[in-house]
C-alpha cells in the first residue's frame, strides 16, 4: 500500500478556482493509477477523476468534465486536481486513492486512502 496525504482545500466563491495536492509515499507510486473522489455530507463517495499511472490515461465523472483536470507528477509522487469554475454543488470533502482497479467508479476497488481534505464553495 502507499500513504496519501491530500491538501489544498479551503473556501472559494462560486467560478473560482483551488487546486488539490496528494503527496504519495513509498517507490511504487508510479505504478498506481490514482483517483479523485469527494462526498458530499449525506452523500455516498463519488468518483470525480482517474489518471493511469502513465499519466497518458484520464476519465472524469460527466459532473465536472471540462472543468476538472488530473494530472500527476511521479518523479515528485504527487497528483493533482485542478479545479476551475467551481460550483456550489462541488462543496465536499475530496479524497485521493491510489491502486489499480477493476472497477474504478466503485470506491470499494480503491485500495488507499488519504484524509480527506475540505473544499467549500460559496454562492
Known amino acids: 500500500q502507499v500513504q496519501l496525504v491530500e491538501s489544498g482545500g479551503g473556501l472559494v466563491q462560486a467560478g473560482g478556482s483551488l487546486r488539490l495536492s496528494c503527496a504519495a509515499s513509498?517507490?511504487?507510486?508510479?505504478?498506481?493509477?490514482m483517483g479523485w473522489f469527494r462526498q458530499a455530507p449525506g452523500k455516498e463517495r463519488e468518483f470525480v477523476a482517474l489518471?493511469?499511472?502513465?499519466?497518458?490515461?484520464?476519465v472524469y465523472a460527466d459532473s465536472v468534465k471540462g472543468r476538472f483536470t488530473i494530472s500527476r507528477d511521479n518523479a515528485k509522487n504527487t497528483v493533482y486536481l485542478q479545479m476551475n469554475s467551481l460550483k456550489v454543488e462541488d462543496t465536499a470533502v475530496y479524497y485521493c486513492?491510489?491502486?489499480?482497479?477493476?472497477?474504478?467508479?466503485?470506491?470499494?476497488?480503491?485500495?488507499?486512502w488519504g484524509q480527506g481534505t475540505q473544499v467549500t464553495v460559496s454562492s
Open positions: 513509498g517507490r511504487t507510486f508510479s505504478s498506481y493509477a
Open positions: 489518471i493511469g499511472w502513465t499519466a497518458s490515461d484520464t
Open positions: 486513492a491510489a491502486d489499480n482497479p477493476g472497477y474504478y467508479e466503485d470506491y470499494n476497488s480503491w485500495g488507499s
